[in-house]
T-cell receptor, first 112, second 110 residues
């Protein structure tokens, strides 16, 4: 039982580059979310999904895109990386939102 | 979305109980109250959640005030492995958003 798997664990991008952060879960969870965590701060919601084909924006969606073609996968795309997007990104999933969420181990992204 | 206030840090002795408070005075009637903890360089780990009644599980207990404007996470016997940042995170009515505050860094002394 792998839980929530995020890849890559570390990434360095140049300003303007694009990339996709991968997130996969094997628990048949409907709810999936992306959060970012900046130094010394709590997590902020970027985008979320309540099932395949359904996505919506969270608190800080600008500069990010998501899609949910399968229950298992919820990739996060950075369209044109900016230094302000340097952060640690966490993916989370839950069978139903009012149960606990399982988080991945994170992707540490640096944009130079 | 509910806003949360937690103390920046707390200290406890090993094997003693710890009470971690959280103020969430703007919470709505159907928002659940979640608690997570985070160890260095790891993702948050679910601890417990509840709506109105007090809740117990193998990790901790959650005491929710009658007016739901605050809650307290109770670790019954702190161990060194409980040293982490603890986040109170109310969810919205639909359960698709968690609002994290700044968290409380718990230090456990042997």
């Amino acid at each position: 039982n792998a839980g929530v798997t995020q890849t890559p664990k570390f990434q360095v991008l140049k300003t303007g580059q694009s990339m996709t952060l991968q997130c996969a879960q094997d628990m048949n969870h409907e709810y999936m979310s992306w959060y970012r965590q900046d130094p010394g701060m709590g997590l902020r919601l970027i985008h979320y999904s309540v099932g395949a084909g359904i996505t919506d924006q969270g608190e800080v969606p600008n500069g990010y895109n998501v899609s949910r073609s399968t229950t298992e996968d919820f990739p996060l795309r950075l369209l044109s990386a900016a230094p302000s997007q340097t952060s640690v990104y966490f993916c989370a999933s839950s069978y139903w939102g009012h149960e606990g969420y399982t988080f991945g181990s994170g992707t540490r992204l640096t944009v130079v | 979305d509910a806003k949360t206030t937690q103390p920046n840090s707390m200290e406890s002795n090993e094997e003693e109980p710890v009470h971690l408070p959280c103020n969430h005075s703007t919470i709505s009637g159907t928002d659940y109250i979640h608690w997570y903890r985070q160890l260095p360089s790891q993702g948050p780990e679910y601890v417990i959640h509840g709506l109105t009644s007090n809740v117990n599980n193998r990790m901790a207990s959650l005491a929710i005030a009658e007016d739901r404007k605050s809650s307290t996470l109770i670790l019954h016997r702190a161990t060194l492995r409980d040293a982490a940042v603890y986040y109170c995170a109310p969810s919205n009515n639909a359960g698709n958003m968690l609002t994290f505050g700044g968290g409380t860094r718990l230090m456990v002394k042997p």
